[in-house]
């Protein structure tokens, strides 16, 4: 019964104060709208790119050689790095926190052909933990490079899914021999698509993977041209990355701190800056549909004020007849939060549609895969209701208690 008639006592206000509260809502729907939906657009962006750079590998580190930078030893600085097929099996032994480790080379404008179509690719060597590690996941009824594939140098080849189109089109690939720079290899898996914004040489749907053993056999390599590893724990990659330091620096005679000896390009580093700077963004963007809803509150303060003064005589004839003032102040503080939730349950409701109507519109293409995927959380919900509770109480509290306090034949003569 209580709450009927404050309902009642709030539609009464909103009558005789019907362009103010109104405007007062829209000002509140528009302040957790903005706060509501850039979170949602920046924590869907936040997904997507973190989602787009584990297209590069999730928590590996890629060891590229380098240039010494510092005597050591003897040994003056300026000396050319240069890191062997021996090394994968030196760290694999020698570093106990490494999960998976694979070599990689490539070669550039290799001509691919299949039928009629010639094409000039890239082409990479590396072993079957370069699955996992760099997210070559193949398709169904096909697979990656394996063990057997190592040891019997065989020649079979692994085609990203852009490559496998243009060389195929449509039709099935696995099973069918392509040539690369005329000599056959047999077609045993094409990659599933995926997003990718970290990159090295082209993305990985355009290229096709052999075995390492094959590649060295074809083309010679020496050297590695890098080296890709993952921990298996990632809250230790930083002390794995300096026990590769170690090992590789006791083998080259370079000083493990030289950071220029040997080049890492540590992902797990990488993700956590990009996490760092989307937080940044969120509070930036908290902060603008915060201030708008402070901007609200004020309006909201401004009407309670008003109803405040006009209803004087009203609360002195309440308090007359023996109303206490706890009644006086629940009355003013319950409709201050009626007008922060009315206007805050709109602005959500729009939020909630606008995500929905931006996840089934038929976008396409990178810009479409980054930004058509909204997210509103539990925790923005949350929060947004627990700054519209606090600025209806405010709002409500200070008019509130100076109505209260006014003795009731002084209110009584008030006009």
Same mark, same amino acid.
């Given at each position: 019964?209580?709450?009927?008639?404050?309902?009642? =006592?709030?539609?009464?206000?909103?009558?005789?104060?019907?362009?103010?509260?109104?405007?007062? +809502?829209?000002?509140?729907?528009?302040?957790?709208?903005?706060?509501?939906?850039?979170?949602?657009?920046?924590?869907? =962006?936040?997904?997507?790119?973190?989602?787009?750079?584990?297209?590069?590998?999730?928590?590996?580190?890629?060891?590229?050689?380098?240039?010494?930078? $510092?005597?050591?030893?003897?040994?003056?600085?300026?000396?050319?790095?240069?890191?062997? =097929?021996?090394?994968? *099996?030196?760290?694999?032994?020698?570093?106990?926190?490494?999960?998976?480790?694979?070599?990689?080379?490539?070669?550039s404008r290799n001509n691919m052909t299949y039928g009629r179509k010639s094409l000039s690719e890239r082409v990479i060597g590396v072993y079957p933990d370069f699955e996992?590690?760099?997210?070559?996941?193949?398709?169904? /009824?096909?697979?990656?490079?394996?063990?057997? *594939?190592?040891? /019997?140098?065989?020649?079979?080849?692994?085609?990203?899914?852009?490559?496998?189109?243009?060389?195929?089109?449509?039709?099935?690939?696995?099973?069918?021999?392509?040539?690369?720079?005329?000599?056959?290899?047999?077609?045993?898996?094409?990659?599933? *698509?995926?997003?990718?914004?970290?990159?090295?040489?082209?993305?990985?749907?355009?290229?096709?993977?052999?075995?390492?053993?094959?590649?060295?056999?074809?083309?010679?390599?020496?050297?590695?041209?890098?080296?890709?590893?993952?921990?298996? *724990?990632?809250?230790?990659?930083?002390?794995?990355?300096?026990?590769?330091?170690?090992?590789?620096?006791?083998?080259? $005679?370079?000083?493990?701190?030289?950071?220029?000896?040997?080049? +890492?390009?540590?992902?797990?580093?990488?993700? $956590?800056?990009?996490?760092?700077?989307?937080?940044?963004?969120? +509070?930036?963007?908290?902060?603008?549909?915060?201030?708008?809803?402070?901007?609200?509150?004020?309006?909201?303060? /401004?009407?309670m004020y008003v109803s405040a003064k006009k209803r004087t005589k009203e609360i002195g004839i309440k308090m007359a007849l023996g109303a206490k003032r706890r009644h006086?102040?629940?009355?003013?503080?319950?409709?201050?939060?009626?007008?922060?939730?009315?206007?805050?349950?709109?602005?959500?409701?729009?939020?909630?549609?606008?995500?929905?109507?931006?996840?089934? =519109?038929?976008?396409?293409?990178?810009?479409?895969?980054?930004?058509?995927?909204?997210?509103?959380?539990?925790?923005?919900?949350?929060?947004?209701?627990? +700054?519209?509770?606090?600025?209806?109480?405010?709002?409500?509290?200070?008019?509130?208690? $100076?109505?209260?306090?006014?003795?009731?034949?002084?209110?009584?003569?008030?006009?």
């Amino acid at each position: 019964m209580k709450l009927i008639y404050l309902f009642r =006592l709030f539609y009464r206000e909103l009558k005789g104060q019907k362009k103010k509260i109104t405007l007062t +809502i829209l000002a509140l729907a528009w302040g957790t709208f903005s706060i509501v939906i850039l979170l949602a657009f920046g924590e869907g =962006l936040k997904r997507q790119m973190i989602k787009a750079m584990h297209g590069l590998g999730d928590g590996i580190c890629i060891v590229y050689a380098g240039q010494t930078s $510092k005597p050591y030893r003897g040994l003056g600085k300026g000396r050319v790095i240069r890191l062997q =097929l021996d090394d994968v *099996d030196l760290l694999r032994n020698r570093v106990s926190g490494i999960e998976l480790i694979s070599p990689e080379n490539d070669r550039s404008r290799n001509n691919m052909t299949y039928g009629r179509k010639s094409l000039s690719e890239r082409v990479i060597g590396v072993y079957p933990d370069f699955e996992e590690l760099r997210g070559y996941n193949p398709d169904r /009824n096909s697979r990656f490079i394996n063990d057997l *594939d190592i040891s /019997n140098k065989k020649r079979v080849v692994f085609l990203g899914t852009e490559l496998k189109k243009r060389l195929f089109g449509e039709d099935e690939a696995v099973g069918k021999t392509v040539l690369i720079n005329r000599i056959p290899f047999l077609v045993v898996g094409v990659m599933v *698509d995926k997003m990718q914004n970290s990159m090295y040489n082209g993305a990985d749907v355009d290229k096709a993977a052999i075995p390492y053993s094959a590649f060295k056999t074809i083309y010679g390599d020496k050297y590695l041209h890098r080296l890709i590893y993952r921990p298996e *724990d990632m809250s230790q990659a930083e002390t794995v990355k300096n026990e590769v330091y170690g090992v590789l620096s006791q083998k080259y $005679k370079f000083d493990p701190t030289d950071k220029q000896a040997l080049e +890492i390009w540590d992902m797990v580093e990488e993700e $956590k800056l990009m996490k760092n700077i989307f937080l940044g963004l969120e +509070i930036f963007m908290g902060v603008i549909g915060g201030l708008t809803l402070i901007v609200a509150g004020v309006g909201v303060a /401004n009407i309670m004020y008003v109803s405040a003064k006009k209803r004087t005589k009203e609360i002195g004839i309440k308090m007359a007849l023996g109303a206490k003032r706890r009644h006086v102040l629940l009355q003013f503080i319950s409709e201050a939060l009626m007008i922060s939730f009315i206007g805050g349950g709109a602005g959500i409701l729009f939020s909630f549609i606008i995500v929905e109507a931006t996840r089934v =519109l038929p976008l396409e293409g990178d810009v479409a895969d980054i930004l058509a995927h909204p997210v509103i959380s539990f925790k923005i919900m949350l929060l947004t209701a627990f +700054i519209l509770s606090i600025i209806g109480f405010l709002a409500g509290i200070f008019p509130a208690r $100076k109505a209260a306090s006014a003795k009731p034949v002084e209110a009584l003569r008030y006009e």
